[in-house]
């Protein structure tokens, strides 16, 4: 089939879905309606709200939402809507600094879109049509890929939403992007020698940047909101005083910092309590007497939630499902029959992986605390649409390369 032949039905083609990965996306939904409701109907004014109040329904909401965004996506031949990645991503660039603009304002940071009954985070989609404008330009002729112009073009992609998503700001969706985009440059065939170059200058920012925020005196600082500079200092275990601090600076700021670690010292907390079988199901004391903060155990630590209430055997179960999911991205990704559906599918899984590699290591102290879901179990009607539509994008990929 050439890419301008019809589609064949989807009724028809369903027996060419990945069906381990849609068992696992559909373990993941169901996970996550469990333990959202774990830890938002935790009192008796919870239970008693209307049903389109409880967040577990809402969650339900945009599963459904997501869902059918995913099985439309499905209809259509990647090659047909990649052809408009670049003005979706245009779009999303768009919203993006329209989101600075008029966005509603929270803990700080302008990122959302409030519509009433729903907020939207333009960040969330933006990652996906990043991918999608990024797989587009990267699928041109392998000769064209070698040229250092087309390398430049294909970072100033990546680097404009990058620095929109940091001004909002959002550090953590911001830096997802990087390893997404050099992994797409590398399946589809950029030189290595380039992404070496910059991986080694990147590597030496980074460390002069980190040595920066630790180490150099106050007025030497780069510029950092003041949320994302202790949120370093705490994961990297240093004082919040500076050495000439008085003794009452030194009192204030060790306050502060045991202020500014509660949230990863409970979640850790919270995984560790669960031992082997966890608490139980509602069980989860860290969540019930409100040690996880009640605004964050249902998205950024939902993890840990699950970790308590279902101990080692729980956390196993939810990085087995995720395995699969990501095993099967990559299997798709291979198996695709151009480079267009592998820079795709590779895209997606890697974009997957970063937010759960980032989201669980929050979660057990491995990695700072950033504002970044955990794809299809945290709530969130942004997080749980764009990852749903992320699994319907892989599922195109494999639906349509026997084509190919």
């Known amino acids: 089939m050439s890419f301008l032949s019809p589609s064949p039905a989807f009724g028809e ?59 439309l996506l499905c209809l259509v031949d990647y090659h047909t809507w990649t052809r408009w990645g670049g003005f979706i991503y245009w779009v999303s660039i768009v919203t993006l600094v329209a ?18 009954f729903v907020s939207l985070q333009p960040s969330e989609l933006a990652k996906l049509a990043f991918v999608l ?23 100033a992609l990546m680097g404009l939403p990058v620095l929109l998503i940091m001004k909002e700001p959002d550090l953590g969706s911001a830096l997802v992007f990087i390893p997404t985009g050099l992994a797409m440059m590398l399946v589809a065939g950029v030189p290595r020698r380039f992404l070496f170059r910059l991986l080694g200058a990147g590597s030496i ?9 630790l180490f150099a005196p106050p007025h030497w600082q ?9 949120r370093l200092l705490v994961y990297f275990g240093q004082d919040f005083a500076p050495p000439d601090a008085t003794k ?21 907390r919270a995984v560790g309590s669960g031992g082997f079988w966890g608490k139980g199901w509602r069980q989860g004391s860290q969540t019930a007497l409100g040690f996880l903060p009640p605004g964050a155990a249902h998205t950024d630590f939902i993890f840990s939630v699950i970790a308590e209430e279902k101990g080692f055997i729980g956390s196993v179960m939810v990085l087995t499902l995720y395995g699969i999911v990501l095993f099967t991205g990559l299997r798709i990704a291979d198996r695709a029959r151009d480079r267009l559906g592998k820079v795709l599918a590779a895209g997606v899984v890697t974009l997957l992986f970063s937010h759960i590699f980032i989201n669980i290591g929050m979660n057990i102290r491995l990695m700072p605390v950033t504002g970044i879901p955990l794809p299809l179990l945290s709530y969130g009607g ?6 749903m539509i992320a ?5 195109n990929v494999h639906l349509y390369r026997k084509g190919y």
């Open 391 to 395: 699994i319907g994008m892989l599922q």
């Open 222 to 230: 780069i510029k950092l909101e003041e949320y994302q500079r202790h």
């Open 133 to 155: 404008a990024l797989a587009n330009f990267l699928s041109r002729p392998p000769d064209e890929l070698r040229l250092p112009v087309n390398f430049w073009k294909a970072l």
């Open 382 to 387: 942004s997080s749980v649409l764009a990852s």
């Open 205 to 213: 920012v980074a460390t002069l940047f980190l040595v920066d925020i």
């Open 248 to 268: 009452e600076q030194k009192q204030r700021m060790a306050e502060l910092r045991r202020q500014k670690s509660y949230q990863p010292n409970q979640a850790l």
């Open 99 to 116: 989101v600075m603009l008029f966005g509603t304002v929270r803990g700080g940071a302008r990122r959302w879109f409030d519509l009433g």
């Open 13 to 71: 083609s369903t027996s060419r879905l990945d069906r381990l990965q849609l068992a696992a996306v559909l373990g993941l939904i169901l996970l996550g309606l469990a333990f959202v409701f774990s830890a938002t109907m935790i009192s008796e004014s919870a239970l008693s709200q209307p049903l389109i109040k409880q967040l577990w329904f809402r969650q339900l909401f945009w599963y459904g939402v997501g869902g059918g965004a995913a099985v």
